[in-house]
């Protein structure tokens, strides 16, 4: 079982930045793969990236590519996803998530989310 939450959200204007954090709780947490998810409004959720359970393989959708970063902190229990260049079009809530598999893709998803953080770039 894992427990998340995700913290970092917050508004900025279009071409900036922001790092999301994610802090799980739970014994698993250092075995599973893990990853971010984003749902803007009125549209269902969608995948942003991935990270295999020991930052070793990373996956990105093609909107982010370039400009996200997901890493992660074993020994924080935490994961972050670094956004730069950011867009409107990147407005969401986003969401931490926790894949039983030690390498997922954006499949891989479904049994654990944090509540989410939102995001919002101004134009």
């Known amino acids: 079982q894992v427990q998340l939450a995700e913290s970092g959200g917050g508004l900025v204007q279009a071409g900036g930045s922001l790092r999301l954090f994610c802090v799980a709780s739970?014994?698993?947490?250092?075995?599973?793969?893990m990853g971010w998810f984003r749902q803007a409004p009125g549209k269902e959720r969608e995948f942003v990236a991935a990270i295999s359970w020991n930052g070793g393989g990373k996956y990105y959708t093609n909107s982010v590519a370039g400009r996200f970063t997901i890493t992660r902190d074993n020994a924080k229990n935490t994961v972050y996803l670094q956004m730069n260049s950011l867009k409107p079009e990147d407005t969401a809530v986003y969401y931490c998530a926790a894949s039983r598999s030690m390498t997922p893709g954006p499949r891989d998803f479904g049994d654990y989310w944090g509540p989410g953080t939102q995001v919002t770039v101004s134009s």
């Open positions: 739970g014994r698993t947490f250092n075995t599973s793969g």
